[in-house]
């Protein structure tokens, strides 16, 4: 009923920049918080940034004053700016989105969905 699908991910030279860009697909009502998660080989999947549905933002501190998430809740996409690449940023980032108010197939009710992950997208940062 609701995917998450991402774009945007790819090669790019060390303090260059990319833009990730996940849109939530299906009949949704609203997206309560929305998140960027990464995740590189041999390490846990950690938090990169999260915006909630008014606004408010929390960056991992590995990436403050480079990185910035957005989202355009008209569109229910939620996008990742990320400047000044570093090797270390390599992983494959994945799109979450934590509460997921959604129409239901018949069309006359709302429904309540948790925790929607999209499949991810590698960036890789390399020269």
């Known amino acids: 009923q609701v995917q998450l699908v991402e774009s945007g991910g790819g090669l790019v030279q060390p303090g260059g920049s990319l833009r990730l860009s996940c849109a939530a697909s299906g009949s949704v009502f609203t997206i309560n918080a929305m998140g960027w998660y990464r995740q590189a080989p041999g390490k846990q999947r950690e938090l990169v940034a999260a915006?909630?549905?008014?606004?408010?933002?929390n960056y991992a501190d590995s990436v403050k004053g480079r990185f910035t998430i957005s989202r355009d809740n008209a569109k229910n996409t939620v996008y990742l700016q990320m400047n000044s690449l570093k090797p270390e940023d390599t992983a494959v980032y994945y799109c979450?989105?934590?509460?997921?108010?959604?129409?239901?197939?018949?069309?006359?009710?709302?429904?309540?969905?948790?925790?929607?992950w999209g499949k991810g997208t590698l960036v890789t940062v390399s020269s």
């Open positions: 915006i909630t549905n008014g606004g408010s933002t």
């Open positions: 979450n989105a934590d509460e997921v108010y959604y129409v239901d197939y018949d069309g006359d009710h709302l429904r309540r969905g948790m925790d929607y």
